[in-house]
C-alpha cells in the first residue's frame, strides 16, 4: 500500500492513494491554513470509521441481515500537550434495516473491534482507548 502527500500552498497538501485517488488536506487559518478540507487528525478518524465499518457491513451482509443504512459516529478527544495525539476516541454505529437482530449487529460490531479492524486495533494497541456501541433503527 502507498501513497503520496504533496504540499500545494500554506497548509494544504493534495493527498494521492495508491489507486490513484485524491483528497484536499487543510489546516485552520490560525495555522496558516485556508480550511478547504479536513484537518490530517479528522482524516485519521475519517478512516477508522470507514475500517470499522466497512468490516460492520461485511459481517452483516455475510449473514445475510437486512441492512439498509449504517452510519458511524465518532467521537474523540485528545491530549492537552504536544504530541495531541488522541486518548480516547468512541464510536457508535447506527444501524437501519427492517427487522434487524440485536445478536447479529452486537456480533458484527464486536468482531470488527476485536478482530478485524486494523486501524481500530492498532490505535488501541498504541495506547489510545477505543470503544463502541450501536443502535439498531427498524426499516
Known amino acids: 500500500m502507498k501513497a503520496s502527500v504533496k504540499w ?5 497538501f493534495v493527498a494521492e492513494t495508491g489507486s490513484g485517488h ?3 488536506i487543510d489546516g485552520p487559518p490560525d495555522h496558516g ?13 475519517m478512516g477508522l470509521g470507514a475500517c470499522t465499518s466497512f468490516d460492520v457491513l461485511d459481517i452483516l451482509e455475510k449473514s445475510r441481515a437486512p441492512v439498509s443504512d449504517c452510519v458511524a459516529n465518532i467521537d474523540a478527544e485528545r491530549a492537552d500537550s504536544v504530541p495531541s495525539v488522541f ?15 440485536e ?20 490505535l ?16
Open 8 to 12: 500545494t500552498d500554506g497548509r494544504q
Open 87 to 101: 486518548t480516547k476516541i468512541h464510536v457508535h454505529f447506527t444501524v437501519t434495516g427492517k427487522g434487524l437482530k
Open 103 to 122: 445478536n447479529q449487529v452486537k456480533r458484527a460490531v464486536e468482531l470488527s473491534a476485536e478482530k478485524y479492524c486494523s486501524a481500530s486495533i492498532m
Open 124 to 139: 488501541a494497541n498504541g495506547g489510545v482507548e477505543v470503544s463502541h456501541s450501536y443502535e439498531i433503527v427498524d426499516a
Open 22 to 24: 485524491s483528497v484536499v
Open 33 to 45: 491554513g485556508r480550511n478547504t478540507g479536513p484537518r490530517p487528525m479528522e482524516m485519521l478518524l
